[in-house]
């Protein structure tokens, strides 16, 4: 029986044989064979600079060289001369990092230890900053801006692990992502796959955020990153921006006081104060079983809050931290118990050192519910009680006690240490406190950037009892309270965001909806 | 208080890992409870203990999974010493007399495999040597043990298995040559 033959020339006129047929190009080679030879030649010797640069794992390198394809794609669509595009996207701005392993390794410091110990199934201590520009942020320019960035961080640029004693940062060298935030703010990090990151970027909108576990930085540390970040994403949109004081330069070399444990360097000293406090009363409302179920932000006149505090002889913080407790009161049934409202020290005002690694104590505002206080006397007995607990003296105190603890504890195995540490810290925890309020203050900006910046926000991930945490910072005039809710009740922001009018003060309310699992 | 969304809509999602083990613990918590006490009520074989280490063994590996170290080698060596681990409670339970044969394989197996995903991809799973390390030393006292311990029939796996692990360990410290040492400092580290 003859078989069927395929068929032959005549049919593949009518019908081609695909094999012969071009496979469409990708964009970025349809954009090189558009452009003239010398010009080709040029983004040729960028790549083969690139493959220098770029020592990865294939798949990194891979994914990183498509950024830069992305990227000029970006450029080219804007109409940037490719002159100019080679110049923002210059490989010096890489200056060697995915070059060459790195055998850096870094010991948590004393306030990170914890962190790790205390890790939980949904529960994660990360914080979250974020900076809201005048137009959409562009994700291609942003992965870029965070590939230049990583060098200058290198604490950053690590994986957790577990060691026998302690958990330690182990250098890393990955391509680090930027992803479009489609999910809960400061949902926890998958850290214990290999060589994950700590930390996130994300886009929405006008907005840049960077989210962070606790083991690598505290708010400052974390501001300082975001602004050199968009620092970074400014200039690939062509903004020039000075670096100062108050901005790092990319270009500069990572010093060892940039991260060092600075809790090691203050003097020890022979008093020390105990960290076990009463419980507090926490706020009414069903614990949600997502955390946040909302992000609230109030943004207001940072002249205006300051003038309203100036009216009432006293501070910033110390106004704000009156308005919470009164909002704290209207949000719980109890009438007995003690309300305690957290405020994060930053020991750098004490020991100035430049480390963006944990450098904070804290102290705690309490106030009991029988005492009724008018707004001036809760303001005297709220500036009395932070005048005495985050002065040098106690604070120091409370840091050597836990340096000491550290110290004591260090040559148990961590397989001891972290069962009985967890069960301590889910017995304790965040139940002394019935809320936090986190003050970053005036974020300095370099004028060239602050005109791109509308405002930025500060948020503290979630609690396990507390029902709302607090965060604030200022700048470009504008300050920003950030809410996290861990529960639906919205008595607290609704009672405070009553309070905050009824003294004239103008605030616009953005945020989330409520995340109902 | 008019809220101005500022923050994408979030699809409810599948149910998540937290989600699961909130709802699981409750059935898994109540069979801990009752196997015991049927157990002891109808008397018998310890039958209950098998249930409670299988209980212990699908939450640890499926549900609450390791939080921080979380790859394959970390958990093919856990997997294998917890494996070990019932084979020598079924062998106390039933009197089968097969573990200190059983078990020795089962370490090889485990050995191999740990191997094979260590030494195929070195620079990337150098960072996770201590699992790695840590399961070898395992398998080499083990063998050492059972070398001078077991004397029957079976003394060949021990030797086996002993064999390997120095093998395998003489081969980690000649491939990671100094990454090796740099690597143990960090994870003794007490700092």
Sequence with gaps: MKTKEKPKSTDSLISPNMDTMEKPLEPFQQYLQSLCAEDRERIELFFQDFTCQCQLNKQNTKLMREDFERAFLLYHAQGIPLAQALKRLNLKYLGGFYA????????????????????????MSLFRVSAYLYQDVVPELLQIALHFCMKRFPSFATTLKKGVFWHYLDSSKRRFLVEEE?????????????ASQSFR???????????FFHVLTDGLGGM????????????LLGVEIQHGASLWDINDTPQYSEFENAFSRVPKGEKSSGFIQRMAVQMNGRLSETKPCRVLHFNMSADKLKAVAESYHTSVTVYMLAQIFYAIRAATDELQGEIAVQVPVNMRKFYPSKTIRNFAMYCGIRIPLEKELDFPAMLAEISKQLKEKSGKEIQTEMLNSTVRLVNTMKYIPLVIKQPIAKAVYGILGDKVFTSALSN????????????????????????RSNRALCGLLTVNKVSTLSISKMTLDPSFEEKLYDLLCQDGLEIEVEGSSSYVG | MLVKITYPEVTKCALHQRKLIHILRWPAGLAVYICPIVNIATGGVAWSLLVLFGIYLLWRFLLATDLVEYNRISQSSKLTLA??????????????????????????????????????????????????????????IAGLLGVFLYKANFAWIYILLFTTSVGLLLSSIVLLGEDFLLEFKRRFHTR
């Excluded at chain 1, 850096?104 to 410091?109: K, S, V």
């Excluded at chain 2, 681990?85 to 740990?114: E, H, K, Q, R, Y």
């Design chain 1, 100 to 123: 060459r392993h790195s055998q850096l390794w870094f010991p948590l410091d004393d306030a990170a230890k914890i962190y790790p110990i205390s890790l939980g199934h949904g529960s």
């Design chain 1, 182 to 194: 489609r999910d809960i703010p400061c949902q926890p990090l998958a850290v214990n796959l290999s």
């Design chain 1, 201 to 211: 970027v994300l886009h929405y909108h006008n907005r840049i955020s960077v989210e």
């Design chain 1, 224 to 235: 300082c990153f975001l602004k050199v970040l968009v620092a970074e994403y400014l200039r």
């Design chain 1, 440 to 463: 970053l203050g005036q974020v300095a900006l370099p004028p060239t950037m602050a005109k791109h910046v509308r405002s930025m926000d500060f948020v503290l991930g979630t609690s």
């Design chain 2, 83 to 140: 494996l070990c681990g019932a084979v020598g409670l079924v062998d106390i339970l039933f009197s089968l007399n097969i573990a200190l044969f059983v078990m020795p394989m089962l370490c090889f197996t485990g050995l191999c495999i740990a191997s094979i995903l260590f030494f195929t991809d070195l620079q990337k799973q150098k960072q996770n040597m201590l699992p790695m390390l840590f399961f070898l030393f395992i398998c080499l």
